[in-house]
């Protein structure tokens, strides 16, 4: 099991590791190669310091480590961001505060461990502790990864196209309207 924490800006070059090899890995052939190419390591970790150094109040930023491997896993949290909110149901923009996870990787060799799990109660209790109840994520409609949301109690919510790069992309949002419930189902792991 790994150990859920609140990233620092210490944890930014494993955070930078973990998003530019989930990147490449989980996007070949859904994104351009010069994009994923074109990411790099050192300026992911100055993104990320600088995310934790300066959003920490909007934007929470977790990790999952392992003892000898250290950060294997990251997500980062907050309120649902205007544009990104589905735009029915349960989860319009007229139904009150709403919670959107806006990333959660895990390194390919350390999937299927249950750490994904772990990180996404994790980052429900947080968005439970600030108050909000429901919430939701976007994800490319075509990548594997989409079948995890699936299997952690998400119910797909809405799709949309998007222009990414040049490119347009099919996205899907899956969203848990009692994030309190899926705490419970997901099991509980609060970060340390």
């Known amino acids: 099991m790994a150990i859920i924490g609140h990233a620092t800006v210490r944890s930014a070059p494993g955070i930078a590791k973990v998003y530019v090899d989930t990147w490449r890995s989980a996007y070949a052939g859904l994104l351009p190669d010069r994009v994923l190419l074109g990411m790099s390591y050192e300026r992911q970790a100055n993104e990320w310091a600088w995310v934790i150094r300066n959003r920490s109040d909007s934007q929470s ?15 980062s949290l907050g309120h649902g961001r205007t544009g990104d909110l589905p735009p029915a149901g349960p989860f319009a923009p007229s139904g009150g505060a709403i919670g959107e996870i806006y990333t959660l990787y895990i390194l390919p060799e350390f999937q ?4 994904g799990r772990q990180l996404l109660a994790a980052s429900f209790s947080a968005l439970v502790a600030r108050g909000i109840d429901r919430g939701y994520v976007w994800t490319i409609r075509d990548n594997p990864a989409r079948f995890f949301y699936e299997r952690m109690g998400g119910t797909r919510i809405a799709e949309r196209k998007q222009k990414l790069w040049g490119n347009e992309v099919a996205q899907a949002a899956y969203g848990w309207a009692d ?14």
């Open 61 to 75: 930023v977790m990790v999952a480590a392992e003892v000898g491997h250290g950060v294997v896993g990251m997500a």
């Open 112 to 115: 299927e461990r249950g750490i």
């Open 179 to 192: 994030l309190k419930a899926a705490v419970s189902k997901l099991g509980s792991f609060s970060a340390r």
